[in-house]
């Protein structure tokens, strides 16, 4: 096992307005660090595509969602975009077991949640696109988006760092790919290095540059 791999079990919330590039950032992020995945959550929301049952998801009918939140098989769940989504609780406590990092594409309610529940293993980030001009070029770029969408969107992106500006510790600016990626490796591993007493000095310094408290959220609460 490697060095990285034997830190301290992580939970790593990622969300973003849609738009932000939050996907590829996280897939890069588990293919290029050992012990890391994603979490897979349940949803009632159809299946898209490619993505397949039990590997994007688990696809659950309301029904069966609502049973399961009943039976407190959810570490968090919430409503987006009139669907309902959730975090199983095994997920979560087989990280904490057995370490590595677990990835949470989740949304701000979500996020929260986790927060509560686990604050001292809980690491949250949120990705921004550049500046809220950049998302709207980025939202008309997909020609599938009509206007009344990308507004309704633009709208959505606000609420999200709104919320997420009253809990999530860190701000990762998706501005080149690259950099984000080593921003956030480096807010991970920081985050793991300093629970196991061996800080890790030059992650410590990138992660401290990526603090919410240094980031101007201003744009985006207009
Ligand atoms: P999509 O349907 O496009 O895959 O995801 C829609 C939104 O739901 C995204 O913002 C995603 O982060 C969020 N989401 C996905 N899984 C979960 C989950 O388990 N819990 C919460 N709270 N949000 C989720």
Redesign the pocket.
């Known amino acids: 096992m490697s060095s990285e791999a034997r830190l301290p079990g992580q939970l790593l919330v990622l969300?973003?307005p849609?738009g932000a590039g939050?996907t590829t950032l996280a897939h890069r992020f588990v293919d290029s660090t050992p012990g890391a995945r994603f979490?897979v959550?349940?949803?009632t929301?159809a299946l898209r595509g490619t993505e397949r049952d039990g590997v994007d998801?688990h696809f659950l009918s309301p029904e069966v969602f609502a049973a399961r939140v009943v039976a407190g098989e959810f570490a968090?769940?919430?409503e987006?975009?009139g669907?309902f989504?959730?975090?199983l609780r095994s997920t979560v406590e087989a990280v904490l077991r057995d370490g590595g990092v677990a990835l949470?594409?989740?949304?701000v309610?979500?996020?929260g949640?986790i927060l509560d529940r686990w604050p001292a293993q809980t690491v949250s980030v949120l990705v921004l696109p550049p500046s809220p001009q950049e998302l709207e070029r980025r939202l008309r770029g997909r020609s599938t988006e009509s206007d009344e969408a990308v507004r309704a969107r633009l709208a959505a992106a606000q609420r999200e760092v709104a919320l997420a500006a009253a809990r999530y510790r860190y701000v990762i600016v998706n501005d080149r790919l690259e950099d984000a990626l080593e921003r956030l490796r480096a807010v991970s591993r920081a985050d793991r290095a300093e629970r196991s007493g061996c800080p890790d000095i030059r992650a410590g310094s990138i992660a401290e540059n990526c603090l919410r408290s240094r980031a101007d959220l201003s744009p985006w609460l207009a």
């Open positions: 969300s973003a849609s939050k979490s959550s349940a949803t929301r998801y968090e769940w919430a987006v975009h669907q989504y959730g975090t949470f594409d989740i949304d309610q979500g996020g949640q």
